[in-house]
T-cell receptor
C-alpha cells in the first residue's frame, strides 16, 4: 500500500519565520508535488519534481521554494511565512505517467498551517 | 479559462437516489482522467480512473467523452457514506489539473 507521509498534521508559525514542510513517500515514485488547498479556490500547484534534484514551478510558486535531494523526500520551504500562507498543504506522489497507462496521485494526509 | 471546471453543488439527494456529476476540461491533448473523493478535512483519495470505453466499479460508473471534452461520474443507489466532495482530475504529461470539486450530501 502506497504511503505518503507528511511530517506534521497541524502547525502554527509566526509571521517571518522560515517553515519547512516535509514529505516522504515509500513507493519509489518519480513524481512528487506540493499543493495548497483553500476554500473556494480548490487545489493549487505550488511546485513539482519529476526527479531527484529537479524542480519546476507550479501555478503559485511565489513565497515558496522546494528541495528534492533524495527520491523519496520532497520538502516545501516558506522562506518568510506570511498570514496569506495560512492553508492546508498537501503533498502527492505518482509514478511517471506512461503513454498508455494512467497513474493516479497518492496524497499525504495534509498539513494545516496557520501563520499568526 | 480554468483547465477543469465542475459544478460546485452542493447536490442534496436522498439515500438510494442516482446522482451524476459532470466536468469539462479545456486541453484536448489531456491524456489521463480520474475521479477523486475528498472527505471533510481529509486528503483526496483516488476513486477511479476514467477510460475512453467507460468503466464501472460497483455503484460507480465513469465516462469520458473526448470529442466534447467532458467526464462524468454516476453514483447509483446513493449511501450516506457517499457524502463527500468529488474532484475531477485531468492530467497532461505528468501534470495534474484539479477541478474545485462537487459537494454531495446524501440525506436519510
Amino acid at each position: 500500500d502506497v504511503k505518503v507521509t507528511q511530517s506534521s498534521r497541524y502547525l502554527v508559525k509566526r509571521t517571518g519565520e522560515k517553515v519547512f514542510l516535509e514529505c516522504v513517500q515509500d513507493m519509489d515514485h518519480e513524481n512528487m508535488f506540493w499543493y495548497r488547498q483553500d476554500p473556494g479556490l480548490g487545489l493549487r500547484l505550488i511546485y513539482f519534481s519529476y526527479d531527484v534534484k529537479m524542480k519546476e514551478k507550479g501555478d503559485i510558486p511565489e513565497g515558496y521554494s522546494v528541495s528534492r535531494e533524495k527520491k523519496e523526500r520532497f520538502s516545501l520551504i516558506l522562506e518568510s511565512a506570511s498570514t496569506n500562507q495560512t492553508s492546508m498543504y498537501l503533498c502527492a506522489s505518482s509514478f511517471r505517467q506512461g503513454a498508455t497507462v494512467n497513474y493516479g496521485y497518492t496524497f499525504g494526509s495534509g498539513t494545516r498551517l496557520t501563520v499568526v | 479559462r480554468k483547465e477543469v471546471e465542475q459544478d460546485p453543488g452542493p447536490f442534496n439527494v436522498p439515500e438510494g437516489a442516482t446522482v451524476a456529476f459532470n466536468c469539462t476540461y479545456s486541453n484536448s491533448a489531456s491524456q489521463s482522467f480520474f475521479w477523486y473523493r475528498q472527505d471533510c478535512r481529509k486528503e483526496p483519495k483516488l476513486l477511479m480512473s476514467v477510460y475512453s470505453s467507460g468503466n464501472e466499479d460497483g455503484r460507480f460508473t465513469a465516462q469520458l467523452n473526448r470529442a466534447s471534452q467532458y467526464i462524468s461520474l454516476l453514483i447509483r443507489d446513493s449511501k450516506l457514506s457517499d457524502s463527500a466532495t468529488y474532484l475531477c482530475v485531468v492530467s497532461n504529461f505528468n501534470k495534474f489539473y484539479f477541478g474545485s470539486g462537487t459537494k454531495l450530501n446524501v440525506k436519510p
